[in-house]
Every structure is written in C-alpha cells, then in structure tokens.
C-alpha cells in the first residue's frame, strides 16, 4: 500500500520505514522553538455528542 508523504514529497510504502520516520521527526523537534504568546482557551463541551445540558 502507498500513501503522500508531506515530509518527504514523495509518495512512500506503508507500513513506513520507522528509522526514517524518527530520523525526521527527531530534525523537526530540533528546529522547532516554542511559542512565546500563547492564550489557553476552555470550551464547554455541555449538549455536546448527543447528551443534553442540565435542566435548572
């Protein structure tokens, strides 16, 4: 089976070479910089999948 690889802009064979797949992901850890500005945001989930909110 063959699958679109946006890191490697190639089309690759599944299942992935897992020594690649570290390789790579391990050069996106060491680029990678942690944001400065961040807002936490919390949603109310309440009525969500299918159940109802409480009565009051």
Known sequence: MCSSDL??????ELPIDEDLFL??????????VKK??????????AGSYGSQAPKL
């Open 36 to 45: 400065e500005t961040v807002q936490e945001a919390t949603f109310d989930t």
């Open 7 to 12: 890191w490697l802009k190639k089309t690759v």
């Open 23 to 32: 390789e790579k992901l391990n050069a996106l850890r060491a680029s990678s």
